[in-house]
């Protein structure tokens, strides 16, 4: 050992590490900070924050029949000018189906449940591998850069934790000509407020937080 130091290979350096009360309380810290995103997480992906004054109403046309209810019952307490839905082509019986993507399917619902036709209107996107929303947001930034009606603003309305991810997306697409605000429909088929007991709602929130965080610091148009 003498000569290897002699030789200038090793060097006696102090150094600091925690002590036992360190560890307790630095485990006990990030169990708290754990604890903490654990008990608002949902919350934070579910997020509402509607414009006052939105110009039209925006489904996600995937929603669940009760999210469309959700939804009619949104355009009926505001004074929006349309509902539009938008949606991809739907996956499963394309060839056997009237009709072939979620935009018009949720357009149909939103008809047979009373609203008035004259009021909807349907944006299907196209049939991507990838990022679907961000292109059924581009079919809409589409349409109405063509449309008559004068729309400087929506709300999107999606479902639980999916919406505060469509909500970045929506905006990457349409801002700053468009402003976008955004409506939550609480899941009918978990608790929100005790998701972890379910096991839908905890496919439903893990996979949203991943894909909001690939959205929100990877991902780009």
């Not at 810290?29 to 949902?42: A, D, H, R, V």
């Not at 449940?113 to 947001?137: F, M």
């Amino acid at each position: 050992m003498k000569l290897i130091r002699k030789m200038g290979l090793i060097s006696l350096r102090e150094t600091w590490t925690l002590t036992l009360k360190g560890w307790v309380f630095f485990g006990l810290l990030s169990l708290g900070c754990m604890l903490g995103i654990f008990s608002n997480i949902y919350t934070f992906l579910s997020v509402n924050a509607p414009l006052p004054q939105a110009d039209v109403l925006v489904v996600e046309g995937w929603l669940p029949d009760y999210g469309i209810q959700g939804a009619i019952a949104e355009f009926e307490n505001r004074g929006y000018q349309k509902v539009i839905t938008t949606g991809a082509p739907v996956p499963i019986g394309f060839y056997l189906a009237e009709y072939k993507n979620f935009a018009e399917l949720s357009g149909a619902t939103f008809q047979a449940l009373g609203l008035n036709p004259d009021q909807l209107v349907a944006v299907p996107g196209p049939n991507a591998i990838k990022d679907r929303t961000y292109y059924c947001a581009i079919a809409l930034r589409d349409w109405l850069s063509t449309s008559d009606l004068q729309i400087d603003s929506i709300n999107l309305l999606s479902l639980g934790p999916h919406t505060r991810r469509s909500w970045l997306i929506f905006k990457k697409a349409l801002e700053p000509s468009v402003k976008v605000g955004a409506i939550a429909l609480p899941p009918q088929d978990y608790d929100p407020q005790t998701w972890w007991q379910y096991s839908e709602g905890v496919r439903s929130i893990l996979s949203e937080a991943i894909a909001y965080m690939y959205a929100r610091f990877f991902w780009s148009p």
